[in-house]
């Protein structure tokens, strides 16, 4: 087989990788084709018991990689996808293969196994949070109700999946997506809870009372 074959050959499976890998975007961000409801019902049982996942999914990039071998260049693809259930638990995760839902399903299994829990506080974080993780800097500053959600990008889809309805954020960095992704996860990881600052105040006000009473 002549080279210009060959280079023909390689150029048409990747013109179809890349239809193929937008087919399977588009599905998972639109959905797909409506099924059919079962018995002609409009919200029928669900067929065998499937269970239901609780975790919402959003596709953060999909990128094409190549690798080169002795035998020319191998390509395979690259996955981030964010999760969360919207109830403050929210992970990121990165995944690699031979096709674009095999990369997403890895980068979704990674995610589960990653989850934080952000402390929210009428629907906003607790505090100012400024973070830097590599080439990444980003600011997030709690909002009051009604503000709603002031960010863009990466930022915006992991704080919708965490539950956060009023929020000010600000990406002084870098513009890598997956970078921001886990500056961002890292950053809502070390939020302070006030949870237990409410304890230790509910435990100092029993005692002042309880002193209050042994004086009179």
């Known amino acids: 087989m002549s080279e210009d074959k060959k280079v023909k050959i390689n150029n048409n499976q990747e013109e179809n990788s890349d239809k193929g890998a937008a087919k399977t975007v588009a599905k998972d961000l639109y959905g797909g084709d409506k099924k059919k409801s079962f018995r002609g019902r409009k919200n029928g049982p669900r067929r065998n018991n499937e269970p239901r996942d609780e975790f919402e999914q959003r596709i953060l990039e999909v990128a094409r990689v190549t690798r080169v071998m002795a035998g020319g260049k191998r390509m395979n693809f690259r996955a981030c996808v964010a999760i969360g259930d919207k109830k403050g638990s929210v992970g990121v995760g990165l995944g690699k293969g031979a096709d674009v839902t095999i990369a997403i399903n890895k980068a979704v299994n990674k995610a589960k196994k990653t989850l934080i829990k952000v402390p929210i506080v009428k629907d ?5 949070i400024y973070n830097k993780l590599g080439a990444a800097k980003i600011m997030l500053k709690p909002a009051q109700q009604g503000r709603g959600v002031i960010s863009g990008g990466v930022i915006r889809a992991i704080v919708d999946l965490a539950g956060i309805k009023n929020i000010t954020s ?28 409410k304890e230790k105040a509910v435990a100092e006000k029993s005692e002042s009372e309880k002193k209050e009473e042994k004086k009179k």
């Open 124 to 128: 906003t974080i607790p505090h100012e």
């Open 170 to 197: 600000k990406t002084l960095g870098t513009n890598n997506k997956v970078n921001n992704a886990r500056c961002t996860i890292d950053a809502l990881s070390k939020l302070r809870k006030v949870e237990v600052v």
